[in-house]
């Protein structure tokens, strides 16, 4: 009886969240039906066939096979790779026949732009047979600091964008499926789906930059956030090396997936490949996977994992976040730099935030000269743009995830706001702004963002960071409450414990603050700060006052009950 009435009287359900974020377990992602979804009555009328023995391996040459059965009827079409920028990489070789064998005549033009495409003469032929050869060693030394091959095949691997190696007819969206024969011992490793011999998949914007990953490698495969993560680690690597992928990249997933409340991806594939003559292979990336040349195990490889998978998120179509113009490109690409050294200091992989230890270093290089500006710049990409949404807005980030930790106690961060933009805007379902970005970050903070995003953002402020242990960087506090007024609490540390870190995404869910603004003049308490008496605070929330009337309520009500029984005893006695 009295437990009956106890729980009559504790509610079943939780507190109502007063800022509008809905728990993790009740926060909507939309599950993406990837535009390159095959039904299984949809026919293949494009079949690519890449056939590699060990001789074409070592010489670099790719033979492809094409068939094709147009759904149009025409007297000519058109092939081409997808994308202008994959123009230079070249296609020996190029010859195409109909059903019967006979060769088709065909048109190859090369554009003052490098663009290269066949126009192939058709007349009454439906079906064709594409055969080509792609030299795969196109090195170009523009690509990043020292340069970088756009696809490479040696002699264990291939790892390439699937719009450098296979053609497409344009004008052509659907199904395709691809056929690997390969030397003994290579697998394949696509972010395609299986079906029989092949993968299937189909032609969209997600196509030119589709890993395509070939070669001796471990392979792996885990459910983690209710997507399928697959690591592909070259053979070359040390068994130590490898482990320290494989562990690294399976524990990273599931907190980047969390981090935005949850993964709308059914696949993901990561390649690992050595550096072919000590270069990098670029550009091998999109929304379900992404290849990378490295050296082995340390920080360039978990930026790689990190800074493509963080764009899946925020960046990359179909399940990123879209911004509305170039002004947002510090939030883009800034905040995924904070999190590539964030997230392996969290994990204790790395003893400081150690990238932007060098970003600080470079700012203090060239705050107040022509090289700076806002972060929210609109100005034509540039090495000085490049300098301003990477490094410098890596910076803001962390200034910004550091204030909104000081004003709610650690009980959120710039996580919150990750989530929020997600639930929002995942999955491209719509295009926020830097104006969203601060309606928001003030309301996950409690705190009226508008002067930080004035001085900092907007405008040239000379940015309060500064060198300090023991992350390696650290806020002046004193310099930002002089620039933007009074900041509640104290600051907090990011904490180098990797339950503590999973617990502070988790957390972020069920913080019952207040959404309302409050103003710098009402929260004047608290006002303390040098960088010097930062402090770890505890990561356990007060609970929120509904939820202390009722336990104090069901007390005195399990109290009045005993005193009942007590004298219920006595009379009978």
Known sequence: MLFLVILVLIPLTPSPNVNGIAP????????????????????IRLIYRLSLNQSSADAGLVPVTISFAPSYSSTSFTMSPVGGWYDPIEVRDFTVMDSKGAELRFQYRREASNQQSWTITMNEVSNITVHYTVYLRYFDPKTG???????????????????????????????????FDLPPGWTAA???????????????????????GLGTFRTTTVSLAGSNLTVAVHSAFSSSDSAQILAFTQKAFPYVADLFGGSPLPSYVSVWVPKPNGNRIDFIETYNGAGEAIDGFGMNMMYSFLHRLVHTFNGFQPTGMGSQSDSERWFVEGCDVYYDSKIPYMFGYQHDLNWLIDYLRDYDGYYGTQSDGAVSTTEPFSDRVLTLAYGKGSLVCFMLDSLIMRTTGGMRSLAGIMRRMYHQYGNYHGYYSTNDIQQIASEVSGFDMSKFFKLYIWGTSKLPVVFSMPSGVDVDWNQMQSDIGSIPGQPVTISQETTSSRTEVTREQSAMLSSTYVSQTQSSFGSTSAVSTSVTKATTPSLPFIDIVTIAGALVIVAISLLIIRKRKAKRA
């Open 145 to 179: 600091a020292g340069g970088a091959y756009l696809g490479y095949l040696g002699s264990t691997f291939l790892l390439s964008g699937a719009g450098w190696i296979f053609l497409h007819p344009e004008g052509y969206s659907g199904s395709f499926e691809a056929l």
């Open 190 to 212: 696509v972010p395609w789906n299986r079906a029989g011999a092949g993968y299937v998949w189909s032609i969209g914007s997600d196509f030119p930059r589709s890993v395509v």
């Open 24 to 43: 993790r377990n009740q926060l909507h992602v939309p599950t993406v039906l990837p535009e390159s979804h095959v039904s299984s009555q949809q026919p």
